[in-house]
């Protein structure tokens, strides 16, 4: 009964410490996933007339960016189906219309903000009209009022060529690095006279400029949690020695080799140990899984868990062991006495 109770008490330990770690990780990833969701990591640089829209476009040969691609003002839309009114609309490049839909644009035709989509009844295929004759609906893309860059949010894209300057670069990245600014300004056509005066800003500042979550997720507290369990599966294996010292000792006097206890101490404390990392791994395991989106971060997050409860189980080994190893044959006497 006493080894069941230690069982469970080990398992909740362990789990307890486990969990704390998959909790604080989650909400790590979960700020991670919402500064680049919201796009956060999308920066742009603002040159009037001056961004050079091919090597705009070819900063998403690099590995850390993952699409780039200009942008330039055009005159509004004058749309029919809006009774006259009238829409913002830019100019972008093929590399601007990837960014902003989420993949390539293989269709011709322009891309319409998907709010203004529903409200007109449209989709991919469909037609605008407007008086210079109908624009072919390409797609869609989505652009939230979460703070984002709100000219988008209501907008038509028309996909245009990179042969004449465009008046931004924008850039999604991730991680988000210290170069994105060099690389922004990179696209800006030097002999211009706007060059010096290119600003770099972020397309949804509403979430802050620091995305250092690698570091946030190095200096987490719930970082030290195997060191808890470890201490704690040590103390209970010295605790549990220590309570079996006279039944050690005993078989000391009666002939059992230092290296046979040993083995034995281990294989019985090994008993409570391997049960209690079973059960908390376990635990750890569902508990990962209804916190995690995908396959590989479930992984990750139960690694990263599974480290408390299995510090602990060796430690509980390792401090039976331990203790084992402080008996003295001689001191029997004195251990049955204070018994």
Not at 89 to 105: N, Q
Not at 107 to 131: C, F, K, N, Y
Not at 189 to 218: L, V, W
Request: aromatic share 6%; glycine share 8%.
């Amino acid at each position: 009964m006493q080894a069941v109770l230690l069982i469970v008490a080990a398992a909740a330990v362990f789990g307890s410490l486990g969990a704390a770690e998959v909790l604080q990780v989650t909400a790590v990833n979960a700020e991670m996933m919402h500064y680049r969701d919201t796009a956060s990591n999308v920066i742009l640089v603002t040159a009037n007339k001056t961004v050079d829209g091919g090597a705009c476009d070819r900063l998403s040969e690099l590995d850390s960016v993952q699409n780039s691609g200009g942008l330039r003002e055009r005159s509004p839309l004058v749309l029919h189906e809006l009774y006259g009114l009238s829409v913002a609309a830019y100019d972008v490049s093929p590399g601007f219309a990837e960014l902003i839909a989420g993949s390539p644009i293989t269709d011709s035709g322009v891309l319409i903000h998907d709010t203004l989509a529903e409200q007109l009844g449209l989709s991919a295929g469909s037609r605008l009209e407007t008086p210079e004759g109908p624009i072919v609906i390409a797609g869609t893309y989505v652009w939230p009022s979460d703070g984002r860059d709100a000219r988008l949010g209501f907008a038509v894209l028309v996909p245009t060529p990179t042969t004449s300057a465009f008046d931004e670069c924008w850039l999604r990245e991730w991680p988000v690095s210290e170069d994105s600014g060099a690389l922004l300004r990179s696209t800006v056509i030097t002999e211009s006279q706007n060059a010096d005066a290119a600003q770099i800003r972020q397309a949804n500042p509403s979430n802050g400029t620091n995305a250092d979550f690698s570091g946030e997720f190095e200096s987490r507290i719930s970082r030290f949690a195997w060191v808890g369990a470890a201490a704690f599966g040590l103390c209970v294996g010295l605790l549990w020695a220590r309570r079996r010292r006279v039944e050690l000792c005993d078989g000391l006097a009666k002939g059992q080799s230092r290296s046979a206890l040993l083995l034995q101490v281990a294989i019985e404390a090994g008993l409570v140990a391997v049960p209690a990392l079973v059960l908390s791994g376990a635990a750890l395991g569902i508990l990962s899984r209804i916190h995690s989106d995908d396959k590989q971060f479930f992984h990750e997050l139960w690694l990263i868990a599974a480290v408390c409860p299995a510090a602990g189980s060796v430690s509980l080994i390792l401090g039976s062991m331990l203790g084992a190893a402080s008996l003295r044959r001689a001191s029997m006497y004195r251990y049955f006495r204070a018994r």
